[in-house]
């Protein structure tokens, strides 16, 4: 159910980078399409616990894309979906550091954060795209 959840807030955060955001927001989430992708992959072919192996080092490439963007642009989604992560993370190498904990309820943590992080992207992406097309009068950039 949580992965069903997850795929409708990736194609809906998809629909709305490709019409309010820029070229960042599309390539980044066509990069997280593409992980997720990958990820599926990788939990379709290998037993839970040690699948986490594989999915950290993807988790932790997004997460360097995310704080780069967050670094290099004006854009305040980046550094949520950054923090996001992080915790997401935490949670999956939690289960792998300790196996006594009961993996269903640590990998439910981990995949809910998912959850807020795009959430926090598409409206990001609808505000900044918001932004641009209608400059508000407080931030005008013309001097009266």
């Known amino acids: ?41 990788i ?6 616990p040690s ?4 999915i950290i080092p993807i988790d932790a490439s997004i997460f360097t894309y995310s704080l780069y963007l967050a670094l290099m642009r004006n854009r305040f989604w980046p550094i949520w979906f950054a923090g996001f992560l992080v915790v997401g993370m935490a949670a999956s190498v939690s289960i792998l550091v ?6 269903f309820i640590v990998f439910a943590a981990s995949a ?9 992207m598409a409206y990001g992406t609808y505000r900044d795209g918001q932004r641009r097309t209608k400059p508000s009068p407080a931030f005008s950039r013309v001097i009266d």
């Open 1 to 41: 159910m949580i992965q069903a959840l997850f795929y409708f807030y990736l194609l809906s955060t998809l629909a709305i980078s490709s019409i309010f955001g820029e070229t960042v927001e599309r390539r980044f989430c066509l990069y997280l399409l593409i992980s997720s992708i990958i990820t599926h992959a």
């Open 43 to 48: 939990q379709a072919n290998f037993p839970f």
């Open 51 to 54: 699948y986490l192996y594989y």
């Open 98 to 103: 300790f196996r006594n904990l009961n993996p």
């Open 112 to 120: 809910f954060w998912s959850l807020p992080a795009l959430a926090c």
